[in-house]
Every structure is written in C-alpha cells, then in structure tokens.
C-alpha cells in the first residue's frame, strides 16, 4: 500500500485544518490505517488511527475530542479533521497503515508497515 499525506499548512491556535491521505494498493478487510505526528526533538507519536473496513476509530488522549479521523472508503482516502488546534500539535504528520494490528498494538508505531511522506502542521501562537 502506498500514502500520500497532503494538507498540512501554517495555521494560528484556535483554527482547524484537515488533512488527507491518499491510499493505492490492496487493503485488506483487517487494515488499519492512521496518523502519527514528530515534532522536532521528540518521537514519533500516535494520534489517531481506523480500521479500514469496521470504521472503528482510536485516539491518542492529546488529540480526543478535538481530532476525527474518518476515511471514504470509494476513494481510498483517510482524512485527519483537526480542530482547535494549539501551539503544541506542530509536527510533522505522516499517515501509516498495516494489516491485522490489534489493539493493544495500535498505538505503536512498529505495527505500520506503510508510511507516506509527511506534511508540516505549524501553529502560531
């Protein structure tokens, strides 16, 4: 499966953006696909992910009620709705995907085997 992250811009606390990700290749029934962020200095993190198929949703507790993640099925796009955003949600996000991740597993960054290039969230104070 190959991504491709676009959406990303410079934007001021308080404002929303959405982000998009363009899937190709084969998904299976079990894929699971989502975003994580790396600001400078800092790990990768986790935000948000779904299961392709079931549309079941998780969230990282940083991003919850301000984030949704949501994909159109058709056209093999996932999209990160991200709404009062704040100075500390600028990173770099890529979105990721992997077949078969549990659970427990989805917050992990090792369990992805698909990344796409990342695109630049920056939040001016």
């Known amino acids: 499966v190959q991504l491709q992250a676009s959406g990303g811009g410079l934007v001021q606390t308080g404002s929303s953006l959405r982000l998009s990700c363009a899937a190709s290749?084969?998904?299976?029934?079990?894929?699971?696909i989502g975003w994580f962020r790396q600001a400078p200095g800092k790990e990768r993190e986790f935000v948000a992910a779904i299961r392709w198929s079931a549309g079941f949703t998780y969230y990282a507790d940083s991003v919850k009620g301000r984030f949704t993640i949501s994909r159109d099925k058709s056209k093999k796009m996932l999209f990160l709705q991200m709404n009062s955003l704040k100075p500390e949600d600028t990173a770099v996000y890529y979105c990721?995907?992997?077949?078969?991740?549990?659970?427990?597993?989805?917050?992990?960054?090792?369990?992805?085997?698909?990344w796409g290039q990342g695109t630049q969230v920056t939040v001016s104070s």
């Open positions: 990721a995907g992997g077949p078969t991740i549990i659970v427990s597993s989805i917050m992990s960054a090792n369990s992805y085997r698909s």
């Open positions: 290749g084969l998904m299976s029934s079990n894929y699971v």
